[in-house]
């Protein structure tokens, strides 16, 4: 589903932010990326839905070739994404229904449909209750869940989440990463960026490991290297 | 409701001081531009006024049979310049001066013969009214062989076609530059919106909306607040004309705005609307994605 070929990402001011990066991550795979702050992380995933582009090397994301995708045909790759930050982004002044049903109305979904398929994605989450409240009524664990559902609307192929848990307790952390494990089992890829090392050692999941812009260190070499 | 229509309205619930701010500058920019108009274009009634007295006077030899200046005078007729010839009779000038000139009244009426000659007065067509045409006639005129002088008063004719040259580089001019900066100001406003903004557009792009897409309410936005500052800048310059009008007795023929007008200044808003926000949110738009643009080159 997601591949990357040596790729190297050298930002205006010279500093290079990913050095010779490749690995490659197959259908409904669970993949951690850690490392420190400032290791690439962020900058690997942006690239995965072309907010970035590589100086060198090839990124295939779903079929797309990323790395050479033209502006205009950006949109139809991210539709196939779904995408989850810290911060949550939601728009503060729409409910939580409006917020995922605006990821529908932006890509031209029949409106008919718009509804069900929203009521649907929010009791997935566990807040069919909630779809009147407004991000600011809700707790970050609920808003949390409100963006996953926001990208889970569309049925991506894969879900990329970039530090989900860094603004929530213990207790929220632990129910949006069962969250993210649910819909990894129904075979959505997830790719989740984070650096809180219990939460990665709790399961068995591939591990990529990062820093200064280099992978130092992938699970999936050590038990099985044919799988690459 | 589309969606379109519905962005573009929310932006005017979400930030209702923005949007009135966008529409009062674009109204009143086009005030300006509007004032400066109607300043030209009741300039150029009064021109028309004067104009229509831009005539060429010929005067006649005395003892020249009138049939042959009746047939003179259908042959000037037809000159592509000439929009009447009247044949005025020695008869005619003396009650003329007789009638008009009310200070020589008495010198007139004790006269035994008649000194005034007989002339034929020429009124030029609109678009011919100006020193170089009524020369032109003038010369053509002076031909005819019982023609004895040609006046057309060059001096405030050249004077008058100086009046209207500086009048229309004036306005050109001025309203121009005022039209110049309702866009930049449109821009700016359009702009502060756009950053406002900024966050639920990055929002829309990670979701995937296309880029028309997120263009598309925006530019409506720029559109309607166009149209509204029109039609304020409307309002605002027949307000200032009914002020202007009620104040000044000396200028009594003031004219305002025709339908024609109205519409074109309406028209020329939403144009400003739609060019603002086409130009500032084309550069938002590349400015967030100019990174991969830079790295793809």
Redesign the interface.
């Known amino acids: 589903m997601i591949r990357l070929s040596h790729v190297v990402k050298t930002f205006p001011n010279g500093s290079l932010a990913l050095k010779d990066v490749s690995f490659h991550v197959p259908k409904g795979e669970f993949v951690f990326l850690t490392g420190h702050s400032g290791a690439g992380k962020s900058t690997l995933l942006r690239m995965l839905y072309a907010e970035e582009r590589p100086s060198q090397g090839e990124v295939r994301v779903g079929g797309h070739l990323v790395h050479s995708l033209k502006s205009d045909e950006i949109p139809r790759l991210r539709r196939r994404l779904g995408i989850v930050f810290q911060d949550f982004r939601l728009l503060e002044d729409r409910t939580a229904f409006e917020n995922i049903a605006f990821a529908l109305e932006v890509t031209g979904a029949r409106r008919d449909t718009i509804p069900a398929r929203v009521t649907r994605v929010l009791t997935q989450v566990g807040l069919a209750a909630k779809a009147r409240a407004h991000p600011r009524e809700l707790s970050g664990g609920e808003q949390q869940r409100v963006a996953i559902a926001r990208a889970l609307v569309n049925d991506p192929a894969i879900l990329l989440a970039d530090e989900p848990t860094g603004n929530l307790d213990d207790r929220a952390t632990r129910g949006v990463f069962q969250l993210l494990r649910d819909i990894n089992t129904s075979g959505t890829v997830v790719v989740m960026a984070t650096h809180d090392l219990d939460l990665v050692r709790q399961t068995a999941y591939r591990t990529i490991e990062m820093r200064e812009g280099a992978v130092v260190f992938d699970s999936a070499d050590d038990h099985d290297g044919e799988d690459r | 409701m589309s969606?379109l229509v519905r962005e573009a309205l929310l932006s005017f619930r979400?930030a209702p001081l923005l949007s009135a701010l966008s529409v009062t500058t674009i109204a009143f920019s086009l005030f300006t531009v509007g004032l400066f108009g109607l300043v030209a274009l009741n300039l150029r009634e009064a021109l028309r006024d004067l104009e229509e007295r831009v005539e060429v006077v010929a005067f006649v030899l005395r003892g020249t049979p009138p049939e042959t200046i009746t047939l003179a005078s259908q042959d000037i007729s037809t000159f592509p310049e000439v929009f009447t010839v009247t044949y005025v009779t020695e008869e005619d000038a003396l009650a003329r001066a007789r009638r008009e000139l009310v200070e020589f009244r008495d010198a007139y009426q004790d006269l035994q013969v008649n000194p005034l000659p007989a002339s034929l007065e020429i009124r030029l067509r609109e678009g011919f009214r100006d020193a170089q045409n009524a020369a032109a006639v003038a010369e053509r005129v002076q031909g005819f062989p019982f023609v004895e002088d040609v006046r057309f008063g060059r001096d405030w004719v050249e004077q008058l076609d100086d009046l209207r040259d500086l009048a229309g580089i004036l306005g050109l001019v001025i309203g121009g530059v005022f039209a110049a900066v309702a866009v930049v100001i449109i821009g700016v406003t359009i702009r502060l919106t756009l950053l406002q903004r900024a966050?639920?557009i990055?929002?829309?792009?990670?979701?995937?909306?296309?880029?028309w897409?997120i263009r598309g309410p925006f530019l409506l936005e720029g559109a309607v607040k166009g149209l509204l500052g029109g039609v304020l800048a409307i309002a605002l310059c027949y307000a200032g004309y009914t002020v202007f009008r009620s104040n000044t007795s000396v200028l009594g023929g003031l004219v305002f705005f025709g339908p024609q007008h109205i519409l074109v200044i309406v028209i020329f808003g939403v144009l400003l609307g739609l060019f603002g926000s086409l130009v500032s949110v084309g550069r938002h738009l590349r400015l967030v994605?100019g990174?991969?643009?830079?790295?793809?080159a």
């Not at chain 2, 929002?203 to 880029?211: D, E, S």
């Not at chain 2, 990174?291 to 793809?296: G, K, S, T």
């Open positions: 969606l979400r966050r639920e990055n929002i829309m792009r990670l979701v995937g909306a296309t880029n897409f994605s990174r991969l643009e830079r790295r793809a």
